[in-house]
């Protein structure tokens, strides 16, 4: 009940495109979705996060969407651009009486083409 | 983005060995947390700390692992005998200083690469 499912594994976009990642958790005491990027060789930085109480949260090009009656949530990643190119991991927590330790989903590689 | 340093970025040890850790979080926040990757798959939550106590660890943090905060600034985590399969990145991570109202942040440092031989 703890996972967090991550889809998809991979993800090639055009520059410009619109890149589209998926996560789906099991846990209903979760009530913090944050999403973190990495690159190679660097611990994951914090890009955007959504609390339930809210369906979508924008910064900038990166659009956290939230359905919280289907259990998930997305990350969408408007204009792509090659510097985008990294791993992108969605995580969960509870903040609530929870300690906020974060379980990761599996982690999305996207490349963005030019 | 606040920083979070950890040293050092490479360990090479042979199986066995025990190994040190150190990790400095942003601004003596109270809450700390230890995280591990290995190589190509998901991060995976260790142990957290607060208030100088451990507030929740995972199955991962068996009797051979160990935290502490030898001083105010400093965190550590020690391996007491490492196997080969405690080959990963170890990330800690740290909520914003204690004048940010986003406490529930982390925020990970560059992390340790350990390599048991």
């Known amino acids: 009940q703890q996972q967090v499912k991550q889809s998809p594994q991979s993800l090639i976009v055009q520059k410009g495109g619109i890149s589209i990642i998926n996560c789906a958790y099991e846990n209903t005491a979760f009530d913090y979705f944050p999403w973190y990027q990495q690159f190679p060789g660097k611990g994951p930085a914090l890009l955007i996060a959504i609390r339930p109480d809210v369906s979508e949260k924008k910064e900038g090009r990166f659009t956290i969407s939230f359905n919280k009656s289907a259990k998930q949530f997305s990350l969408h990643i408007m204009d792509s651009q090659p510097g985008d190119s990294a791993t992108y991991f969605c995580?969960?927590?509870?903040?609530?009486?929870?300690?906020?330790?974060?379980?990761f989903g599996t982690g999305t590689q996207l490349k963005v083409e030019l | 983005e606040p920083e979070v340093t950890q040293t050092p970025s490479h360990q090479v040890t042979q199986m066995g060995q025990e190994v040190i850790l150190r990790c400095v979080p942003i601004?003596?926040?109270?809450?700390f947390y230890w995280y591990r990757q290995i190589l190509g798959q998901k991060v995976e939550f260790l142990v957290s700390?607060?208030?100088?106590?451990?507030?929740?660890k995972s199955e991962i943090f068996d009797d051979q692992f160990s935290v502490e905060r030898p001083d105010g600034s400093n965190f550590t985590l020690k391996i007491r005998s490492t196997k080969l399969e405690d080959s990963a990145m170890y990330f800690c991570?740290?909520?914003?200083?204690?004048?940010?109202?986003?406490?529930?942040?982390?925020?990970f440092g560059p992390g340790t690469r350990l390599t048991v031989t």
């Open positions: 601004s003596n926040h109270l809450y």
């Open positions: 995580a969960a927590s509870r903040l609530t009486g929870g300690g906020n330790k974060l379980t």
């Open positions: 700390f607060y208030n100088n106590e451990i507030s929740e």
């Open positions: 991570a740290s909520p914003p200083g204690p004048d940010s109202p986003w406490t529930y942040e982390q925020y």
